[in-house]
């Protein structure tokens, strides 16, 4: 397991790198959560990584170290004139993301934490990854 130095979410830049390579995205943003992506002014298709939070199943020495299971969230986006795009572009993301390893560990595929949804002429499909590393803190 991968011990976490200097950014609790540095996960969010690897995955943003690796969705900027995918043909047929025009953009990806980083997303606070699913509403703040559907409220925003958006160009489409589009991917929307969002933190979806962690779990801290395990902790030591007094909550010095713990290991955390981090869940983040690739939404793709498509205006639902396109929808039949919809399609290719996961069947892409899930390609690319398999087996993507960062510096926190590998990228597992997970149940997503929401299901798809349409708003406003768009359409939102989750794809889920969990991410596990340790944290440690100093001992004062």
Not at 31 to 43: F, H, I, N, W
Not at 77 to 105: C, F, I, N, W, Y
Request: proline residues 4%; contains cysteine.
């Amino acid at each position: 397991m991968y011990l976490l130095t200097d950014n609790y979410l540095i996960a969010e830049d690897h995955l943003v790198q690796r969705l900027a390579t995918i043909e047929g995205l025009r953009k990806v943003y980083r997303s606070c959560d699913l509403a703040e992506m559907k409220e925003r002014g958006q160009v489409t298709p589009a991917a929307h990584v969002i933190y979806a939070g962690d779990a801290v199943p395990n902790t030591a020495q007094g909550g010095v170290s713990a290991h955390v299971t981090q869940t983040w969230m690739v939404v793709i986006t498509v205006s639902l004139r396109d929808q039949s795009k919809a399609g290719p572009l996961m069947a892409s993301v899930l390609s690319e993301m398999a087996g993507l390893h960062g510096d926190l560990g590998n990228f597992v595929r997970v149940n997503a934490p929401s299901r798809p949804g349409f708003s406003n002429g768009f359409g939102y499909y989750p794809i889920a990854y969990q991410i596990k590393f340790k944290t440690k803190g100093a001992l004062k």
